[in-house]
């Protein structure tokens, strides 16, 4: 269980140089996976790397309360990494409640759920922008 804002699981790349190295993958594989109270799992890049793939296994995934699971490009630059695939496998259900979200911020995102019985209640949202 990930609980409370700023604690979560997180990979980031921050290199602004010309081929600048990508950030690293994340993979959480669980029976249950509770992420609650505004804690986070997330893959980014700010500047050229490309970001992590951010993979997650589990039976059950539940998010409440404005907790996340993201991956995003950070920089506004033009020649800005790509920010990681997420992959969500849950074999049950994955549930996202009050608030919470799951989202992949850039032009070049996927978000791939495979044998995920999804539910969004109480404002929460799956975004890919």
Request: aromatic share 4%; hydrophobic share 35%.
């Amino acid at each position: 269980m990930l609980e409370d804002g700023g604690s979560g699981l997180f990979a980031r790349a921050e290199g602004t140089a010309a081929g600048s190295g990508g950030g690293g993958d994340l993979t959480v594989n669980a029976g249950n996976l509770m992420v609650k109270e505004g804690a986070t799992i997330s893959a980014s890049t700010f500047g050229t790397g490309e970001g992590g793939r951010l993979s997650i296994t589990a039976a059950d995934i539940e998010l409440r309360d404005g907790a996340s699971i993201t991956s995003e490009s950070t920089s506004g630059a033009s020649d800005a990494g790509r920010s990681g695939e997420i992959f969500i496998q849950a074999a049950d259900s994955f549930r996202l409640f009050n608030d919470s979200q799951i989202s992949a911020k850039t032009d070049r995102a996927d978000a791939v759920f495979s044998n995920s019985k999804m539910s969004l209640k109480e404002g929460s949202k799956a975004l890919a922008s």
